[in-house]
């Protein structure tokens, strides 16, 4: 087994992995400044050590501090990248904050990496990079045309573990996420993401809003989908490093009809609120998957209403 570090450990994404990786045995270091992510998440984890028999710490510190991310990467064999600020509208509204996270602290974790000469580092980037191109499905030999500063923020640092890798001989790998959902992932922030959101919503008897007419389309992901390509991805063959790939279901639904799924799951008739759309987002987004099957030996598991499922009773 492996010695991991996980930045953003204490997120959504990052704490399902930190489960996964105790199960198996692994030692895993987290490194959080727990402005987004919530200890909440981590709070099982001793457990999950002493069930698994891995090993578990947590540094509490700033991707944005390249000592602390130094410090960090010491001993270990693999990073998975998971820390940023990642919120389309955060991001609207405050690009340089989200740029000095989402840029620059991964340019500190890629120096950090090179230094303690890790065996791989994996990095989150996301479909936001595609942009609004009505070319479906997105594949990764498209050009990127970001219509956000988080879209950006991304392509530039799936860019800089490219180039790491071909300067550098830095093991990086860049997975670009579409629309990952599932438990764990906090409804309550006002960036928050649109499944957690109409979950707390049709619980709470309240009816969900829907940013627009309701019949923009995305490629929902299962978390441990995502888990299973970020293991995949530190295995990978040579082929496979300087690439970025998209990781998705490869199948898309709209909001209207997720909304009509989570109501069926409650047993109830639900009608949403409609508002106006929000600057930054796009309306259709389906991911090409063949490149991450090819490369990764990647295979999403969870189908979207099966996870769908599991994240309402989760819930």
């Not at 904050?97 to 990496?113: H, M, S």
């Not at 009505?134 to 991304?154: D, F, H, R």
Request: with cysteine; charged share 20%.
């Amino acid at each position: 087994m492996g010695a991991y570090l996980i930045t953003g450990g204490g997120g959504f994404i990052g704490s399902n992995l930190v489960e996964a990786l105790l199960a198996r045995g692994d030692d895993v270091r987290v490194l959080d400044d727990f402005s987004t992510g919530r200890r909440v998440n981590l709070e099982d984890a001793p457990r999950w050590a002493r069930d698994g028999g891995g090993r578990f710490e947590i540094v509490e510190g700033d991707i944005r501090d390249l000592e602390t991310c130094r410090g960090t990467a010491r001993g270990r064999d693999f990073i998975l990248h998971q820390a940023a600020i990642p919120s389309v509208q955060r991001s609207v509204q405050d690009p340089a904050t989200t740029n000095a996270v989402n840029v620059a602290g991964t340019l500190n974790v890629l120096l950090a990496a090179r230094e303690a000469g890790v065996r791989r580092v994996v990095a989150a980037s996301s479909s936001s990079l595609y942009g609004e191109s009505e070319v479906l499905p997105k594949v990764e030999s498209m050009p990127p045309a970001p219509i956000s500063p988080y879209g950006l923020q991304k392509l530039a640092a799936e860019t800089y573990c490219a180039l790491f890798h071909r300067l550098y001989g830095v093991p990086t790998v860049a997975l670009r996420y579409f629309n990952v959902f599932g438990p764990r992932q906090d409804p309550r922030s006002e960036y928050s993401a649109v499944i957690p959101r109409f979950i707390a919503a049709i619980r709470g008897k309240t009816a969900p809003t829907i940013y627009g007419d309701g019949e923009q389309t995305r490629d929902f992901t299962y978390v441990d989908n995502v888990v299973q390509a970020n293991l995949a991805a530190c295995e990978a063959g040579e082929a496979a490093l300087g690439g970025a790939y998209n990781i998705a279901c490869g199948e898309r639904i709209s909001l209207n009809d997720l909304v009509s799924l989570l109501a069926g799951f409650a047993g109830t008739a639900v009608t949403p609120v409609h508002a106006a759309a929000r600057a930054g987002d796009i309306k259709h987004s389906l991911a090409g998957i063949d490149k991450a099957r090819a490369l990764l030996g990647f295979e999403p598991r969870v189908a979207v209403r099966d996870g769908l499922r599991r994240t309402w009773d989760a819930a």
